[in-house]
């Protein structure tokens, strides 16, 4: 099997840097995704995995081997387009089977395989039919069995999803975790959605301006973010962040109206005086009653809940709401927020504050993600 | 952009009869000149109803023209020319657009330069090369005073020489880049993790899927060499061996000979069969070619 090590890897075009000195472990059979939006060096940084992009500096091993010179084909990686790029003049059965006749295998063992795997993905009735005549989830799935017949120690998805309507998403999504569990196989899968990374990796990767900003399992992504770049970014919505002055003697945050929000001074003992961000989730407000007050602007109707906009203390919040409520638009209304739901980061930098972990505290916060269309 | 305008169908529809009507009127006289005896084809007016005489005129003309011979010869060169613009265009599209190379748009330009330059304008150059294909390595070589004794090689008075100096092709290059840039990096790209090297892919997936553009250059080009005239006539001094088709009309239209009416019947026999090859590849070729020029196949 094959784990991937990236140490310090760079890549400019022309001056302009695009991705920043990446490092990254990628355990032998675990599915990483690489989650940021678009423009932030995801996709360039799986194709210098891949190969088609060549790497400014540092190093991309995989399996041991620094792979940094070799040719895509060397370095045992399938991988899957978002826009499938299929061979359009090339029957399904030939695109699966393309690379197999390349490494000169037999015609005979050849369809053998071409069938095990059209087998696999449902695609038996239609081998001999052209790309055009598929829809798009046959297409991807296609595309998927032209990565998986060469038994690859490494599969790269490239956004595969992002083409394909919504409900067919959530069935492929489920089909990619499938595919890992059986083949096991070192997978790296890019892309923007944050619901398709929550629910198909075993850890995430974080990117923002061709960094990183955080690896971690996706409960940890959720539950502690380590910037406010990352706690804005995951879940929906993100994490409600608030500008304001770190009172560590009474245990508060002043905000620029007065108002105080209460923090656990247990787990965040070394806040100093001065400017300091908050954040809480939607999820964790107690709506209804409490010492604070917000203003009211309009709702998302979620089905089941509802997500109230409004302004606390000046700044925009959001509001998870599982009550009929029924607010007129700039209407006040009273919330609070547990202290052991609040988190705290630096003003500055935007990175998470030190603290003290209680176990209990990590559990609680991993709540089950809100899907929303 | 669809509209129903009673109107303006009537005048493009009259426009497009007027202009096709202007454009058949040639051919009909053509085909009704080869159908008449030598007599009634002297006549002034000329009838414009076709005579009996159409095979008869025919064989002569066929006879005459030595078109077995002939028409082989141009067969074999606009052929040649044909597949010898589309290798050479594909290859140098392909290098162009697939390679990143110091000069590569440097090359670019000097081969779109050279549609400005056709062979009628180059013609001295051009004939000095294929009296000895080797001179201009032999130039360069004594350019550093370096004195090889390289063989003189003669392409005059030979299909090589009626075929090789045609084939270079601006226009085809120029056909194929744009195509080759219509097809998507992604597949490229695939093509490379399925371990397909370039020659590979250009022979599995891009001569494939640009079918319809080599049926498109394929007929500009095949008409386009097979009225070739000026260069035949000057490589070709073995006339018997040699001669193309379009050569050999101007021995059938007989020179003002004084007192000697031209015996155009059989002269218009004569193109009509030195025509009918280009109209028939057009023919064949034409669903293709619209869809090369105009678009790529999904």
């Known amino acids: 099997m094959a784990e991937i090590t990236l140490r310090d890897v760079r890549k400019s075009y022309a001056k302009n840097e695009v991705v920043h000195g990446v490092n990254l472990d990628v355990a032998s059979g675990e599915l990483i995704v690489i989650l940021g939006p678009s423009g932030c060096g995801k996709s360039t940084l799986l194709r210098m995995v891949a190969g088609l992009e060549s790497i400014t500096s540092g190093d991309v091993a995989i399996a041991g081997r620094v792979v940094n010179r070799l040719e895509p084909r060397e370095r045992g990686c399938a991988m899957v387009f978002q826009n499938y790029a299929l061979y359009p003049h090339m029957s399904v059965a030939k695109n699966i089977g393309y690379s197999l006749k390349i490494a000169g295998l037999p015609k005979a063992e050849r369809i053998e395989r071409v069938n095990k795997v059209a087998a696999t993905l449902g695609l038996t009735d239609f081998l001999e039919r052209k790309p055009a005549q598929l829809s798009g989830g046959q297409r991807q799935r296609v595309a998927m069995g032209r990565a998986m017949i060469r038994e690859p120690k490494v599969f790269l998805y490239d956004e595969p999803l992002s083409n394909l309507d919504a409900t067919l998403r959530v069935a492929m999504r489920v089909e990619i975790r499938k595919l890992h569990q059986r083949l096991g196989a070192t997978t790296l899968f890019v892309t923007h959605d944050q619901v398709e990374a929550m629910t198909l990796a075993d850890r995430i990767v974080v990117m923002n301006k061709g960094g990183i900003e955080q690896i971690g399992t996706p409960s940890e992504v959720y539950g502690r973010p380590e910037t406010t770049y990352v706690a804005n970014f995951i879940g929906s919505p993100g994490l409600n962040l608030l500008k304001g002055a770190g009172h560590p003697d009474e245990g508060v945050i002043k905000l620029p109206d007065g108002q105080q929000l209460a923090y656990d001074r247990n787990q965040w003992p070394e806040i100093g005086h001065g400017p300091v961000i908050a954040g809480f989730r939607a999820e964790a407000v107690k709506f209804g009653s409490g010492p604070l007050s917000a203003r009211f602007d309009f709702a998302e109707e979620l089905g089941i809940a509802k997500l109230l906009h409004g302004s606390f203390g000046g700044q925009a919040m959001i509001v998870h709401v599982a009550t009929r409520a029924d607010l007129q638009s700039g209407q006040p209304f009273l919330f609070s927020v547990d202290p052991g739901d609040i988190q705290l980061f630096d003003a500055d930098s935007g990175r998470r504050l030190e603290e003290v972990r209680a176990p209990a505290a990590s559990a609680k916060q991993a709540m089950p993600l809100q899907i929303t269309a | ?177 744009q195509f080759f840039l219509t097809v998507p990096d992604e597949l490229t790209e695939a093509a490379k993790m399925d371990g397909s090297g370039p020659v590979r892919f250009f022979l599995e997936v891009l001569m494939p899927l640009s079918k319809t553009n080599m049926a498109a250059l394929a007929t500009i080009m095949f008409v386009w060499s097979w009225n070739q005239y000026l260069w035949p006539l000057l490589v070709v001094t073995d006339q018997q061996n040699f001669a193309t088709a379009t050569m050999q009309l101007q021995k059938i239209v007989p020179g003002p000979v004084f007192g000697e009416p031209p015996i155009w019947n059989v002269a218009m026999a004569a193109n009509l069969i030195v025509l009918t090859p280009p109209v028939l590849v057009t023919i064949f070729l034409q669903r293709w070619f619209v869809r090369g020029l105009i678009s790529t196949e999904k």
């Open chain 2, 1 to 177: 952009m669809i509209e129903r305008t009673p109107v303006l169908d009537f005048v493009t529809h009259a426009l497009l009869i007027v202009s096709l009507v202007a454009l058949l009127i040639p051919f009909w006289i053509i085909f009704v000149a080869a159908s008449h005896d030598f007599h009634t084809v002297n006549q002034v007016p000329m009838p414009l109803m076709p005579g009996g005489h159409f095979f008869e005129n025919m064989a002569t003309a066929w006879e005459r023209g030595n078109f077995d011979r002939v028409m082989l010869n141009s067969i074999i060169v606009a052929g040649g020319v044909t597949i010898g613009k589309i290798v050479i265009a594909a290859l140098s599209a392909f290098s162009i657009v697939y390679f990143r190379y110091r000069l590569r748009m440097v090359m670019f330009w000097l081969i779109f330069i050279t549609l400005m330059l056709p062979l009628e304008v180059r013609i001295v150059p051009t004939y000095a090369v294929a009296a000895d294909a080797l001179r201009p390595f032999k130039a360069i070589f004594e350019l550093f005073g370096i004195s090889v004794g390289l063989p003189e090689w003669n392409l005059l008075n030979s299909y090589s020489g009626l075929i090789l100096p045609l084939i270079a092709t601006a226009t085809g290059t120029f056909l194929y880049r």
